[in-house]
């Protein structure tokens, strides 16, 4: 069972920045693809983005290419998302998951676990 952690969540102003991280429990973290996902209020969850086992490869959602950053340190069993540029619409709770595969993948159904979310809120 992999537990996932997110913290780095918070207010911020539009324009401003954040860095969300996600902690696994595993220590076979270093296998797992990461994702990033965002659940807005009276909106289905989306992908936001997703990095593979070893970091070389990346995917992002069309919304926030050019202003968001996957990495990983399999070090640290973390993976963090660099949110620049934000914008009110950006707002959401923010998840982090873990897929057993090598990935990366945009599919929700693809990731095996979920953390419990990280409130963003971007003011106008």
């Known amino acids: 069972q992999v537990q996932l952690v997110e913290s780095g969540g918070g207010l911020v102003q539009a324009g401003g920045s954040l860095r969300l991280s996600c902690a696994a429990s595993e220590r076979t973290f270093s296998s797992y693809a990461m994702g990033w996902f965002r659940q807005a209020p009276g909106k289905e969850r989306e992908f936001v983005a997703a990095?593979?086992?070893?970091?070389?490869?990346?995917d992002y959602a069309d919304a926030v290419k050019g202003r968001f950053t996957i990495s990983r340190d399999n070090a640290k069993n973390t993976v963090h998302l660099q949110m620049n540029s934000l914008k009110p619409e950006d707002t959401a709770v923010y998840y982090c998951?873990?897929?057993?595969?090598?990935?990366?993948?945009?599919?929700?159904?693809?990731?095996?676990?979920w953390g419990r979310g990280t409130q963003v809120t971007v003011s106008s």
């Open positions: 990095i593979n086992w070893s970091g070389a490869n990346t």
């Open positions: 998951a873990a897929d057993l595969a090598l990935g990366p993948t945009m599919a929700e159904g693809e990731y095996d676990y």
